[in-house]
């Protein structure tokens, strides 16, 4: 199968054109499913929604389009509800995943080493990663995350000493880094060349500050463990949706309709899936989709991340002012809680700097929010990061039944 690459296009017409002609094979894959056979497929224009409670439904394989013997990966993620969401891939999908995922305007080169920093466990996040980094020839570095086999002393380790040149994680892991980084004493990362980031939103001031702590660019990156990468960042700046891979159209939450752009939720069609075909997928992210000439040339769509709302007060809002203090403040965490008419914003900061940056913080709240009253409460650093976290050393991994005279077996990892 060959798979579209940008510049096989010259504008939004032909953009359109390319979707149109895949898209009958798009329906015919998910025929063959049992979940699509049942529901039936229709041409887009009038083909439901199909949502995550559908995805939970079908729990295991019910969206299986292909053999058994034909997946190469199978997958998990869980939201609040606790029930597992399932989604496979074949070969020739992981073509597609890892190409999407290495369209990054920095370049993956063969002279690259990659740190891997987000999930391997059941998601598809770090394969994702792992997999383009591979498809270019660059050395992986699978560092994983939330295992105990690397705490973030471990990665500052391999950061330095490895040379690593591009980076994949969280954007609040790598202000952690910076902050074991600090505490470890490691002062310079000259072959860093970029941050990849994802799995949250990111506003401009945030990611200008990680940009500037590491001295590397930080590019964003958006997607879903049922959907791999949707979107990336050209050198412009601009979030572009991967248009000649998926079809997206946003919903509006008040009317129920489905348009190519606008502001509403994000719902996506994948145009190459063999293993789990997808039909306007209703992914429950806040976008903000727009047609318009970018710098880059790619023509391919322009997208806003805008996070889940509370009414006036926005996690990316208040983040934005967090991250607009100074550098000098040096103030990286921060937790709110709000209620109608208040909000209590506490940062991390060093004595020296306290006073100004709770008098600085309260003044843009106020000016940002002035129906709600703010309170910004200075913690000392340590206070919502614990210092143990960024120091802590790898652990005693495998179960053990041999100790030697003196040696602390009641923590150790048990078998049970
Ligand atoms: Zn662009």
């Known amino acids: 199968m060959k798979l579209p690459q940008i510049g096989d296009w010259r504008d939004f017409a032909g953009l359109a054109r390319l979707q149109q002609e895949r898209l009958p094979a798009v329906l015919a894959a998910a025929e063959r499913s ?56 074949t070969e020739s999908d992981w073509t597609d995943l890892a190409e999407r995922f290495a369209r990054k305007w920095t370049g993956i080169t063969a002279a690259d080493t990659m740190l891997v920093r987000t999930p391997y466990a059941l998601m598809i996040t770090g394969h994702l990663a792992h997999a383009a980094a591979r498809s270019r020839g660059a050395t992986v570095v699978p560092a994983d995350n939330r295992s105990l086999a690397t705490p973030y002393s471990r990665v500052v380790r391999l950061l330095h000493d490895l040379g690593v040149t591009l980076t994949w994680s969280l954007p609040t892991d790598t202000l952690l880094w910076a902050a074991a980084a600090r505490i470890a004493g490691y002062t310079d990362f000259p072959a860093l060349r970029a941050l990849f980031v994802g799995g949250e939103p990111v506003g401009p001031a945030r990611k200008a500050r990680i940009g500037r702590i590491w001295g590397a660019p930080v590019v964003e990156e958006y997607g879903a463990t049922e959907t791999g990468s949707l979107a990336g960042e050209c050198g412009h700046g601009t979030m572009h949706l991967w248009a000649d891979r998926a079809v997206f159209e946003v919903q509006d939450p008040a009317t129920g309709e489905l348009r190519p752009d606008g502001r509403g939720r994000l719902v996506v069609t994948p145009l190459y899936r063999e293993a789990m075909p997808l039909l306007r997928y209703a992914i429950e992210d806040e976008v903000e989709i727009s047609y318009r000439s970018c710098p880059c040339g790619w023509h391919l769509p322009a997208v806003r991340l805008l996070g889940r709302f509370n009414g006036r007060l926005t996690q990316l809002g208040v983040e934005e002012l967090v991250f607009g203090l100074p550098d000098d403040f040096g103030v990286w965490f921060w937790r709110a809680r709000y209620d109608d008419a208040r909000v209590r914003v506490e940062i991390e ?49 495998k179960p053990r039944g041999l100790f030697g005279p003196g040696e602390d077996w009641d923590s150790a990892l048990q078998y049970y």
């Open 349 to 397: 900061v060093a004595d020296r700097w306290r006073a100004a940056a709770v008098g600085e913080l309260t003044a843009s709240l106020r000016a940002a929010l002035p129906d709600v009253e703010p309170t910004v409460v200075p913690v000392p650093p340590g206070g919502l990061v614990p210092h143990r976290l960024l120091t802590a050393t790898a652990e005693v991994m």
């Open 34 to 89: 049992p979940f699509y056979r049942k529901r039936g497929v229709a041409p887009l224009p009038e083909q439901p929604l199909t949502t995550k409670q559908d995805l939970r439904d079908a729990y295991p394989f019910g969206l299986l389009a292909c053999e058994r013997a034909d997946l190469a990966t199978y997958h998990e993620s869980s939201g609040s509800s606790g029930e597992p969401t399932a989604s496979y891939y």
